[in-house]
């Protein structure tokens, strides 16, 4: 099983500031990873897959990088719905495994 | 555009079996791929389950013999049963979908099931 490592736990951040959060695959996933965005009694949303394709309807603030074992997404100026946990999704190998997720937090 | 809604008993026994539906609408059940994928109060997501309408399916190792994933393409349905539910399989339960491999762009609101006495 392919483990998912998402740092930091918990990022502050000022509305308007750039956010980087940051995900580490066990072993290689090349680009098969997605980003997640989901608020307190919602369902996840898809931000980004392929590591760096964002899905339809998301904002260009949002943005994915990275291959193999290292990936970052990055919201470019912080607006207020963005304050919300963030996961990543690796689908290279079954089964499917989420990292354990980053809340980003109003500094 | 494609919704997504779970239903299903809200309490479950300790031992007998959680049984859960996720009814589409707005697109046909054969276009997308298909997952379960649950969440602990206050804890991150495991994916559960796959299902594809052509008959592949792929369940995570850690439930996998509890576990059945099934469509019914009459009722445009995708169907869970987990067998033997322990307390550990309190959780929020979503069905998702997709059409872009195995990244999730559909999800219904989601069920809670608390197994309890």
């Known amino acids: 099983e392919i483990v998912m490592t998402q740092s930091p736990d918990t990022l502050s951040v000022s509305p308007g500031e750039r956010a980087t959060l940051s995900c580490r695959a066990s072993q290689s996933v090349s680009s098969n990873l997605a980003w997640y965005q989901q608020k307190p009694g919602q369902a996840p949303r898809l931000l980004i897959y392929g590591a760096s394709t964002r899905a339809t309807g998301i904002p260009a603030r949002f943005s994915g990088s990275g291959s193999g074992t290292e990936f970052t997404l990055t919201i470019s100026s912080l607006q207020s719905e963005d304050f919300a946990v963030y996961y990543c999704?690796?689908?290279?190998?079954?089964?499917?495994?989420f990292g354990g997720g980053t809340k980003v937090e109003i500094k | 555009q494609v919704q997504l809604q779970e239903s299903g008993p809200g309490l479950v026994k300790p031992s007998e079996t959680l049984s859960l539906t996720c009814t589409v609408s707005g697109g046909s059940i054969s276009t997308y791929y298909w997952s379960w994928i649950r969440q602990p109060p206050g804890k991150g997501l495991e994916w559960i389950a796959y299902r594809y309408y052509s008959g592949s399916t792929n369940y995570n190792p850690s439930l996998k013999s509890r576990i059945t994933i099934s469509l019914d393409t009459s009722k445009n349905q995708l169907s869970l049963k987990l067998t033997s539910v322990t307390a550990a399989d309190t959780a929020v339960y979503y069905c998702?979908?997709?059409?872009?491999?195995?990244?999730?762009?559909?999800w219904g609101h989601g069920t809670l099931v608390t197994v309890s006495p």
């Open positions: 999704q690796q689908y290279a190998n079954w089964p499917l495994t």
């Open positions: 998702a979908s997709t059409t872009q491999w195995l990244s999730w762009f559909y």
